[in-house]
T-cell receptor, first 113, second 111 residues
Framework: SAVISQKPSRDICQRGTSLTIQCQVD?????MFWYRQQPGQSLTLIAT?????????ESGFVIDKFPISRPNLTFSTLTVSNMSPEDSSIYLC??????????FGPGTRLTVL | QQQVKQSPQSLIVQKGGIPIINCAYE??????FPWYQQFPGKGPALLIA?????SEKKEGRFTISFNKSAKQFSLHIMDSQPGDSATYFC??????????FGKGTHLIIQP
């Protein structure tokens, strides 16, 4: 497995602002993913972030709203831009150290007022 | 992403009983089927996973049964304990792609 940390663990933000969420892994990993979990709901894949290439976004998610950086094999950021109350969710990063297994970070709980 | 259907939405079982959670998928390209356990305020934790070339896998008290022809798989928890009370998610993926999750099952094990 891998030890994954996320910052911040939670935040309360005002409508129209942006928040950048950090994901740090304790080992080098090729595949990193970002998911959203709306309150009481399941997880939905936002994008796949691979080092050295542009992130690949799933249907319904766009780069202008959720820009992602992947500067190296242990770190990634997800920005939630121009936030609205509908963006209130838990944002989770996951990593795949090798093979198909994915391990999740603790999540960032975002509330937008 | 195609849907993974999970049932039941919630489940209450007495301690020592065997809760069973079922999932069905549509995309025959899926080749990896994990189960995750999530406690409130925590990220999902990988419990057990299976590939379609086997029909059953056991790890401790957790067992996955897989029916490739029916495109269904299920999680069984043996000798369930109150500490197993959590939300369980099934998921599926193709290769190293991102995961498609079921809607989750809120499980309560009563003492």
């Amino acid at each position: 497995s891998a030890v994954i940390s996320q910052k911040p663990s939670r935040d309360i933000c005002q409508r129209g602002t942006s928040l950048t969420i950090q994901c740090q892994v304790d080992s080098q990993v090729t595949m990193m993913f970002w998911y959203r979990q709306q309150p009481g709901q399941s997880l939905t894949l936002i994008a796949t972030a691979n080092q050295g290439s542009e992130a690949t976004y799933e249907s319904g998610f766009v780069i202008d709203k959720f820009p992602i950086s992947r500067p190296n094999l242990t770190f990634s950021t997800l920005t939630v831009s121009n936030m609205s109350p509908e963006d209130s969710s838990i944002y989770l990063c996951s990593v795949s150290p090798g093979g198909d297994e994915q391990f999740f970070g603790p999540g960032t709980r975002l509330t937008v007022l | 992403q195609q849907q993974v259907k999970q049932s039941p939405q919630s489940l209450i079982v007495q301690k020592g009983g065997i809760p069973i959670i079922n999932c069905a998928y549509e995309n025959t390209a899926f080749d990896y089927f994990p189960w995750y356990q999530q406690f409130p305020g925590k990220g999902p934790a990988l419990l057990i996973a299976i590939r379609p070339d086997v029909s059953e896998k056991k790890e401790g008290r957790f067992t996955i049964s897989f029916n490739k022809s029916a495109k269904q798989f299920s999680l069984h928890i043996m000798d369930s304990q109150p500490g197993d009370s959590a939300t369980y998610f099934c998921a599926a993926s193709r290769g190293a792609d991102g995961l498609t999750f079921g809607k989750g099952t809120h499980l309560i094990i009563q003492p």
